[in-house]
C-alpha cells in the first residue's frame, strides 16, 4: 500500500521560512515522481514543486521559485520542501504526492497517490 505521510506545516510569520517533509513508503521510491502540490480555500489544486527521483529533474511553479527548494533522500524515502520568504499567499493545504511514471508531467496534471495534507498559514 502507497502511503504518504506529510508533516511540518504550521502557523509562520511572513518572511519566515518552514520545512515541509513527506515520509514515502510501499513503493519503489527510486523509480517514482514525488510532488508538493497545495490548495487555498477558494483555489484550484496547484502543483508547487516536484522531483523525479530517477533523474532528478525537478519542477517548480513560478509562484515559488527563487523562495522553494524541493529535494529527496533516497536513503530515507522522504522528500523535503524547504520554502522560505513566505508570503500570505503561500498560505494553504499542502499535499505530497507520488507518481510512477517518474517524470515531472505529472506536476502540472495531478499524481496517482495522495496524503492527507499539511496545513501552512501564513500571516502577515
Known amino acids: 500500500e502507497v502511503l504518504l505521510v506529510e508533516s511540518g506545516g504550521g502557523l509562520v510569520q511572513a518572511g519566515r521560512s518552514l520545512r515541509l517533509s513527506c515520509a514515502a513508503s510501499?513503493?519503489?521510491?527510486?523509480?517514482?515522481?514525488i510532488g508538493w502540490f497545495r490548495q487555498a480555500p477558494g483555489k484550484e489544486r496547484e502543483g508547487v514543486s516536484c522531483?523525479?527521483?530517477?533523474?532528478?529533474?525537478?519542477y517548480y511553479a513560478d509562484s515559488v521559485k527563487g523562495r522553494f527548494t524541493i529535494s529527496s533522500d533516497n536513503a530515507k524515502n522522504t522528500v523535503y520542501l524547504q520554502m522560505n520568504s513566505l508570503k500570505p499567499e503561500d498560505t494553504a493545504v499542502y499535499y505530497c504526492?507520488?507518481?510512477?511514471?517518474?517524470?515531472?508531467?505529472?506536476?502540472?496534471?495531478?499524481?496517482?497517490?495522495w496524503g492527507k495534507g499539511t496545513l501552512v498559514t501564513v500571516s502577515s
Open positions: 504526492a507520488a507518481d510512477p511514471s517518474g517524470d515531472l508531467v505529472p506536476c502540472y496534471y495531478g499524481m496517482d497517490y
Open positions: 510501499g513503493f519503489t521510491f527510486d523509480d517514482y515522481a
Open positions: 522531483i523525479s527521483n530517477s533523474d532528478g529533474s525537478t
